[in-house]
């Protein structure tokens, strides 16, 4: 959509300036949700009432993270009985993992690698997102 505008400024006594010259501005056609800022890859190794779940999480993005948080969402009745390399949280299926203290930076193209026990087949998780943004995943 495009959007021509003039400005026109109001001091505290209420004088009116000018208008300003028209400015043409061009919006886009909506909302863009940023992907492929992150990468995630997953693995499990199972046994006979669970498994063992690895995650690799890289930056594919310009910017560095100064603390970040993954979410994703296990499979119904999947749940994470233990975590390392960050803090895990679940509520129902959805899962939260923030970073931990000394893995809480992380620079473009750089990766951490989190893991997790849980119960269940090992069924690969979906909807992973970096600090709300979708990640693709493998």
Do not use: I, M
């Not at 803090?87 to 193209?109: I, R």
């Amino acid at each position: 959509t495009t959007y021509s505008f003039t400005v026109r400024a109001r001091d505290a006594a209420g004088n009116v300036s000018p208008a300003s010259g028209a400015r043409t501005v061009t919006t886009s056609a909506g909302p863009v949700t940023p992907t492929g800022q992150c990468a995630v890859t997953f693995s499990a190794n199972g046994w006979s009432t669970g498994y063992t779940g690895t995650l690799k999480v890289t930056n594919t993005g310009s910017t560095t993270r100064n603390g970040w948080t993954l979410t994703f969402t296990l499979p119904a009745g999947q749940q994470v009985t233990n975590g390392w390399s960050g803090t895990f949280s679940q509520s129902g299926t959805a899962v939260t993992v923030a970073n931990a203290p000394w893995n809480a930076t992380l620079s473009p193209g750089a990766s951490v690698e989190l893991g997790f026990n849980a119960n269940g087949t090992g069924a690969a998780p979906t909807g992973f997102a970096l600090d709300g943004q979708p990640c693709t995943s493998a």
